[in-house]
């Protein structure tokens, strides 16, 4: 069913304000997910402590990610961030053999490289794969550094610096044929491209609920394959991983037989309350629909700034791009700004400009930011 993406931009009160081009660092905020908010608060206000409804709030966020990434809730572990779900998946590897050995990409968020840094003193050897000369990564570049003692190979799915989206399907082929596992950072995807864990053969994907799943901060989640679950006992723990978690038992660790295991402390409670909404949002509208559309807005905002002399660094082709368009600047930081001061919400990394963009973006909004950056251009093109 095709979507009146027109009506939709009425239930985001910002939109009629700014142009908001910036749902790869923080999504605009729906009617419905503020009212998410003011209902945990109602509960807060005149029920207290309201734990059954909160614990069910908790595993609709699990049932709702499942089905957003066709995967079983079984497998998908409730965090309160990328770096949780990372912390615990690592603390359940071993680096003590040969396969101690885990690739990542120079297109990596930092800490999709910092935490696997972090387990060199436990035997891990982590290896970047760089850029090629013209600024991207194909997949013949991991497949000298992936080998027989690769562990895990984890790589961004689109890379938050320029918008290029790495061939998760090459990769996954060479990690296959090397026996190593796959963990995708999802997080610049999630939410804006139709992803499909399955299809994608990954064995563990991160994402969280801040950027294009329309939440909030403090939550995401883990997908771990079921086959993979059971042989890994995270040693970052906590009552909420644990089989019966009203058991309170003291005496043993007893990890969930569910990816819940990756899990630790209390469930970030009010933030589930607006993941829930934000997701409901999402799946009601369609991934399909919005990554067909989010390739349309960033095509044409590619091709206009073309038309005006000032070209992305993002790769032209639908199947090598995500929703973040990124623009080279002599001053990113201070381009940024000004456009700010004209209402046009972007964010900024290394040189670049992004404008990242939602279904709830429309043609007028790329016309609103080419304009402004042709306007900008003299003070702030490349150079
Ligand atoms: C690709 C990617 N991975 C990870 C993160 C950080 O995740 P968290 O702060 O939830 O650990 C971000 C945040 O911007 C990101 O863009």
């Known amino acids: 069913m095709e979507q009146n993406y027109d009506a939709l931009r009425k239930e985001f009160p910002v939109l009629q304000r700014k142009t908001y081009l910036n749902s790869g660092s923080y999504c605009a905020l729906a009617n419905e997910v503020r009212e998410a908010f003011d209902a945990y608060m109602e509960d807060r206000l005149l029920v207290g402590a309201n734990w059954d409804v909160w614990v069910m709030k908790n595993e609709s966020v699990r049932n709702l990610t499942a089905s957003l990434l066709r995967a079983l809730p079984d497998e998908i572990a409730v965090t309160a961030s990328v770096s949780a779900g990372l912390n615990s998946l690592a603390s359940a590897l071993q680096f003590t053999g040969t396969r101690n050995k885990v690739v990542v990409s120079d297109f ?39 080998d027989e003692q690769t562990q895990l190979v984890a790589i961004t799915h689109v890379c938050f610096r320029n918008g290029a989206k790495l061939d998760i399907p090459g990769i996954v082929r060479l990690a296959r044929a090397k026996g ?77 037989a569910s990816a819940r295991r990756f899990e630790a402390g209390t469930p970030p409670v009010v933030n ?30 590619m091709q206009r700034l073309e038309e005006i002399g000032w070209p992305s660094i993002t790769p032209r082709e ?37 404008a990242s963009f939602h279904f709830y973006n429309n043609e007028d909004d790329v016309e609103a930011f080419v304009a402004s950056m042709k306007a900008l251009r003299g003070s702030f093109g490349p150079g």
């Open 108 to 146: 990596e968020f930092p800490t999709n490289a910092q935490i696997w840094h972090a387990q060199e003193p436990r035997g891990a050897r982590v290896v970047h794969v760089p850029r090629a000369a013209d600024g991207y990564i194909p997949a013949q570049a991991f497949e000298n550094l992936i």
């Open 318 to 354: 639908d199947e090598r791009r995500g929703a973040t368009v990124a623009v080279p600047s002599r001053d990113a930081a201070r381009l940024a700004a000004e456009l700010m001061k004209l209402d046009i919400v972007t964010s900024h990394r290394d040189d670049n400009v992004r």
């Open 180 to 256: 190593a596992k796959v963990l995708l950072d999802c997080y610049q995807s999630v939410g804006s491209l139709d992803i499909d864990v399955k299809a994608l053969d990954v064995d563990f994907a991160v994402g969280g609920m801040l950027k294009y799943l329309l939440g909030t901060a403090g939550i995401g989640f883990l997908y771990a394959k079921a086959s993979c679950v059971q042989s890994l006992v995270p040693t970052n723990s906590g009552w909420f991983a644990q089989s019966n978690i009203g058991a309170m038992d003291i005496t043993a660790n007893r990890p969930s």
């Open 272 to 301: 589930c309350y607006a993941a829930e909404a934000g997701l409901k949002m999402l799946l009601k509208i369609g991934a399909a629909g919005i990554e067909k559309r989010n390739y349309a807005l960033t095509r044409r905002c």
